[in-house]
Structure formats: C-alpha cells, structure tokens
C-alpha cells in the first residue's frame, strides 16, 4: 500500500492535477447534476444556489487536496495553472458536445473571453483554493515541528 507522502508527491505532478479536476469535474456533472439537478428544474425556474454549492464541493475539496501536495509557492502555481488548463478543457469539450448545462457557453459564443478572460477567472479561483490546501499542509507542518520540540 502507497504511504500517503508518496501519495501527496503523486498529486503534485501538473499532468495528474489537470486530470485530477478534468475527471472530478466529469464525475460531480454525471453524478450530481444530471442525476440531481437536471430531474429537479421542472419544478423551479432557475438553479437554487445550494445545488450549485453542492456541485462545487468535489471541485473544491481535489483542489485542497492538491494544494496539500504542493512543497512550494513554485508547485502551487504550476497545479493552479494545470488545474486551470483540465477545467477549461473540460468546460470546452462539454460545450462541444452539447451537454446539459452547457449549451450557452462562452466556449461557443465567444471563445477570446472564453480563452483569455474565463481561464484568468478560473485560474485566480483555482490558485485561491490550491493556495488554501498548500497553507494548510505547512501550518500542520508547523504545529507538528513545535510539538516535537
């Protein structure tokens, strides 16, 4: 069984990281918002933001995790910038395909906004969270450090 450091030195790889929040992404659309979400809006007009909430929580906790992973601000920066370039291609190819909740996207009616200003919003989103990840692990580290002194 892997130890959980060679774990975290995994998840630290920019390649895994963009996989990583392409593939939750894919899974919190299939599993939460076609399976919970899109049966209910025949009932409301517009989608509760509790529903939204509940479909950024997978995002949210992967990008802690990832940034739990990182060993300095360099990895932080390089997982957001990954993690930014999975979401986009995975908002880009939903787009394409003509996937429920993606039919009035940028990446289809203005793809320089998509490209430019929609990835610069993702990626301050994603560093905020991988940088929230990143502090957390050295603050363990920290308290772990003077509990041993």
Partial sequence: MASAASLLRYL???LVTALSLAGVALLSEFALYQNLVLPKLPESQYVPLGWWLTMLIPLALT???LGFSCRSI???LASASAGTLGLVAYEFVMARLNQ???LKSFAIEDPVYFFITHA?????AVLIVVLAGFEAHRLIDHRRESLVL
């Fill in 12 to 14: 630290s790889n920019p």
């Fill in 120 to 124: 610069l919003v993702i990626f301050v």
């Fill in 100 to 102: 429920p909740g993606h």
């Fill in 63 to 65: 990008s802690l995790l």
């Fill in 74 to 76: 360099r990895s932080v």
